[in-house]
C-alpha cells in the first residue's frame, strides 16, 4: 500500500532533495510550507541556499504538469503541492489555525480522514508531539532508531594468542585476513590482547593497502610539548600524523584533547616536518544560547570572540612549546598559519594545506561536503566535534555533518576516524561532563 508524507518546513531546509527520499509514494507539501521556505530563500547561509535549490527543483517539476495534482518523480514517486487542507473531525475546533505548524498538522489529518497512509515527517519534536496526540503517525528525517553508541567508534579489541602478538612486536607487521568478514574498516585502531592475559597487549592499525595490522606511529618526544595520556588520544595522534590518512574525524566530548591534538599535529606537520604550505583553522559561526547580534570593530575584532578557543588552544602550546622561539602571532604574519571562520569557504580550492575544522557538529551533512569538496590536492581535512553539544535547532547528535561524515566515510582507506571518551582538561571538567 502506497504511503502518503507530509514534509514540514525544517525538513525543506534541512535537505531540498528530500522530496526524492520516499520511494514510490506521495510526497505532499501543503501550501504553507513553500511560504516559510520562501521567506529564507534570501539569506547567505545554509537555509538560505536550501530554500533557493528546493525553488529550483520544484519550477523544474513544474513543466511536467500542475504540481496540485501531483507529477511524477525519477525515482517513481509522486509530489504534490496544495493549499492547506483544513481538518473536519472532532479535533476542528480544538486546532489553531492561525499558527503554521497547526496547518501543516491540519493538512496530513485532513488526508488521513481521506483514507491515506499519512505520516508526517519533520524535525520538530513538538510537532511530532502534536501528531501523536492526534493519533498520526509522525517520524523524525535522516537516520532513525539508531543512538550515538551504535555510530562506527574507529578502534576495537582482538584477542590473539601470545605468539601472534609476539610475532606483530617483531616484524611490525601482523597480516589479517579475517578484516572482510568482522566488518574492520580501513585505518580502524585495533587493540591486540592477548588470550588470558589481559595486561599484555599491543596498539595497531588496520592497513588495508598491507593487508594486515601495523603499528603505531612513535611519539617518544611528544609534538609540540604534548604527549597523549591515554590510548585513544594515540589512536587520534596516529590518524593526525599519518601522510596516507587525508581525512580524519575526532569525536568526543568536551575535555577529551579533540580540538588541542589536531592544532598540536598541524603544527607539527605544518612548522617542524614542512609538508603543508598552511595550517588553517576554521569553525562555524554558531553562538551557544541567544545571539549577541553585531559586535564592533573590524572584520578580526568582530571574529576574535568566535576564534577564542582556537587562540585558547594556542597559547597553551606555545607555552608548553617555549622553544620554538616564536609565537602564533608570527605565524600568522608570515602566513603559514590561518585562523577564520567557515561563512566564506564556498568556491575555495585548498590545495597542501592542514585544515581543522573544529565544532563540525554544528554542520549539516551538505555544508561538511561543501567543505570537504574544497580540500585540494596534498591537503588534509580534521573534522572535531561533540554530537552531544549541538546548537543549531535543525541538527541533533545523529543527523548531523560530522556523524554523518563519520557513517558514510568510514570504508574509504583514506579516511581514518577515532572516538574518545576519557576526559583529561581537569578533574573539575570530567566530573562535569559525567554528572551535570
Known amino acids: 500500500?502506497?504511503?502518503?508524507?507530509?514534509?514540514?518546513?525544517?525538513?525543506?531546509?534541512?535537505?531540498?532533495?528530500s522530496i526524492f527520499q520516499f520511494k514510490d509514494h506521495l510526497v505532499f507539501i501543503p501550501l504553507v510550507v513553500v511560504e516559510e521556505v520562501d521567506?529564507?530563500?534570501k539569506d547567505q547561509n545554509e537555509n538560505g541556499r536550501n530554500a533557493r535549490h528546493f525553488s529550483r527543483l520544484v519550477d523544474d517539476l513544474r513543466q511536467k504538469g500542475p504540481l496540485s495534482k501531483g507529477v511524477e518523480l525519477s525515482n517513481g514517486g509522486t509530489l504534490m503541492i496544495s493549499v492547506d487542507k483544513k481538518v473536519k473531525n472532532q479535533y476542528e475546533d480544538t486546532i489553531d489555525l492561525t499558527i503554521n505548524d497547526n496547518l501543516i498538522l491540519s493538512s496530513a489529518l485532513s488526508l488521513k480522514e481521506e483514507g491515506d497512509d499519512v505520516y508526517l515527517i519533520t524535525k520538530d519534536i513538538n510537532l511530532r508531539l502534536k501528531a501523536d496526540i492526534f493519533g498520526l503517525n509522525s517520524e523524525d528525517y535522516g537516520k532513525k532508531n539508531i543512538s550515538l553508541?551504535?555510530?562506527?567508534?574507529?578502534?576495537?579489541?582482538?584477542?590473539?594468542d601470545e605468539t601472534a602478538l609476539a610475532n606483530f612486536e617483531k616484524n611490525r607487521h601482523?597480516?589479517?585476513?579475517d578484516a572482510e568478514e568482522m566488518d574492520i574498516y580501513p585505518n580502524e585502531y585495533i587493540v591486540i590482547q592477548a588470550k588470558g592475559n589481559d595486561r599484555k597487549r599491543a596498539l595497531g592499525r588496520y592497513s588495508l593497502a598491507k593487508k594486515g595490522i601495523v603499528p603505531l606511529i612513535p611519539m617518544r618526544e611528544g609534538i609540540w610539548g604534548i604527549y597523549p595520556k591515554n590510548m585513544e588520544q594515540q589512536f587520534a595522534l596516529d590518524a593526525l600524523l599519518n601522510d596516507?590518512?587525508?581525512?580524519?574525524?575526532?569525536?568526543g566530548k568536551a575535555g577529551t584533547g579533540k580540538t588541542l591534538l589536531a592544532i598540536a599535529a598541524g603544527l607539527e606537520m605544518t612548522i617542524n616536518q614542512e609538508k603543508y604550505t598552511r595550517l588553517l583553522v576554521s569553525r562555524p559561526v554558531q553562538p551557544m544560547g541567544k545571539d549577541l547580534g553585531f559586535l564592533p570593530g573590524d572584520v578580526n575584532e568582530k571574529l576574535a570572540p568566535w576564534m577564542q578557543p582556537i587562540f585558547d588552544n594556542m597559547d597553551f602550546l606555545f607555552n608548553q612549546n617555549r622553544g620554538g622561539g616564536s609565537s602564533y602571532d608570527d605565524l600568522i604574519e608570515h602566513?603559514?598559519?590561518?585562523?577564520e571562520p567557515l561563512t566564506y569557504i564556498r568556491g575555495r580550492s585548498i590545495p597542501a594545506q592542514y585544515l581543522i575544522v573544529d565544532e563540525a557538529q554544528n554542520l549539516s551533512p551538505h555544508e561538511v561536503k561543501t567543505i570537504i569538496t574544497r580540500a585540494g590536492e596534498g591537503t588534509k581535512v580534521i573534522l572535531t566535534g561533540d554530537p552531544q553539544q549541538i546548537d543549531s535547532p535543525y541538527l541533533d547528535e545523529i543527523n548531523n555533518g560530522l556523524t554523518y561524515c563519520v557513517d558514510r566515510l568510514k570504508t574509504e582507506d583514506i579516511v581514518a576516524h577515532t572516538s574518545l571518551k576519557v576526559g583529561e582538561r581537569s578533574a573539575l571538567s570530567e566530573a562535569a561532563s559525567k554528572l551535570l
Open 335 to 339: 602566513g603559514l598559519l590561518h585562523v
Open 244 to 251: 596516507e590518512v587525508k581525512l580524519v574525524t575526532l569525536v
Open 174 to 177: 601482523l597480516p589479517f585476513e
Open 39 to 41: 521567506r529564507f530563500k
Open 1 to 17: 500500500m502506497k504511503k502518503t508524507f507530509v514534509l514540514d518546513t525544517n525538513v525543506i531546509l534541512f535537505d531540498p532533495t
Open 149 to 160: 553508541d551504535e555510530i562506527y567508534h574507529g578502534h576495537r579489541v582482538l584477542e590473539m
